[in-house]
């Protein structure tokens, strides 16, 4: 894409297209709506990053929220997608590890654990089209197919950065697209 697309407010953050056929666009939603996860990140010190502020839901911090849409990711496009087994943190006997792994590990890496699920998520993007039908089904439901993953990721990504607008507003005052 051209720099004409690029975010002024965000580097690296590219606007998606306007108008493209209906793999790129939501592709390029999805890609923009995790460069925002790392530009609501950027510069946050450690402390906040593991501060939990909101009384009614006192596992959630900018960490929380970053280790949470890594295993998202993995879910959705390893474990649904390809079938493959779960590497996840959270147990029957602890569905909120995920959650708490945010404040017991530095921001940086947890940042660096997302990218890194998400070049894997692309990857697997790359290699099925958008009808292909998830290797294991949920029982009781249609199939899922890797458009609807991709549509599910772009809300859930999208909420969670409106989570992370907000305590990144709490934590130190700093707003943004």
Not at 70 to 76: D, K, P, Q
Not at 102 to 121: F, I, K, M, T
Not at 167 to 175: H, K, M, S
Request: aromatic residues 6%; glycine residues 6%.
């Amino acid at each position: 894409m051209s720099d004409e697309n690029a975010s002024p407010s965000v580097p690296g953050r590219v606007a998606p297209p306007k108008s493209a056929d209906e793999r790129t666009m939501l592709t390029t939603w999805l890609e923009w709506h995790r460069a925002t996860v790392h530009a609501k990140c950027a510069d946050l010190s450690a402390e906040h990053a593991v501060a939990t502020p909101l009384p009614t839901s006192p596992l959630m911090s900018v960490g929380a929220v970053v280790s949470h849409l890594r295993w998202v990711e993995h879910a959705w496009f390893e474990m649904v997608l390809m079938g493959l087994p779960d590497q996840g943190y959270a147990t029957p006997q602890d569905p909120d590890a995920e959650w708490r792994r945010g404040g017991e590990v530095p921001l940086g890496r947890l940042l660096d654990e997302y990218e890194d699920q998400c070049a894997r998520s692309r990857e697997i993007t790359a290699k099925l089209e958008l009808d292909a039908v998830a290797a294991s089904p949920r029982q009781d439901e249609d199939p899922t197919t890797l458009r609807w993953v991709l549509l599910h990721m772009i809300e859930e990504t999208a909420r969670h950065n409106g989570h992370l607008d907000l305590l990144r507003e709490l934590a130190d005052g700093t707003t943004g697209e």
